[in-house]
Nanobody, 118 residues
């Protein structure tokens, strides 16, 4: 499994960014892809997950209504559309994969920095 996250950058509060995670996954098992973030001095935080087969998404309460997840099967790419960004959203964002029957994310991308200025 290989994951490549991109799309981070510097944006003003209230702005938008779209992160991408290109995945190379070879499995016949059901899998989920997720976004996590880690701000300086803080623990890693769950942002959202998408069930690849159905597109069902589940996002953390802190980002619901502002962040949206989607995927493009043909491109094997997951997206995180981030709107109305706040300075508290500043973090390194990581994409990850959980392949059933595992109940944890075992594969991680390198991360992309998102900085929101006030």
């Amino acid at each position: 499994v290989q994951l490549q996250a991109s799309g981070g950058g510097l944006v003003q509060a209230g702005g938008s960014l779209r992160l991408s995670c290109a995945a190379s996954i070879r499995t016949f098992s059901r899998y989920y892809m997720g976004w996590f973030r880690q701000a300086p001095g803080k623990e890693r935080e769950f942002v959202g997950t998408i069930r690849w087969s159905s597109g069902y998404t589940n996002l953390a309460d802190s980002v619901k209504g502002r962040f949206f997840m989607s995927r493009d099967n043909a491109k094997n790419t997951m997206y995180l559309q981030m709107n109305n960004l706040k300075p508290d959203d500043t973090a390194i964002y990581y994409c990850a994969v959980r392949i059933e029957p595992s109940n944890q994310y075992d594969y991680w991308g390198q991360g992309t920095q998102v900085t929101v200025s006030s």
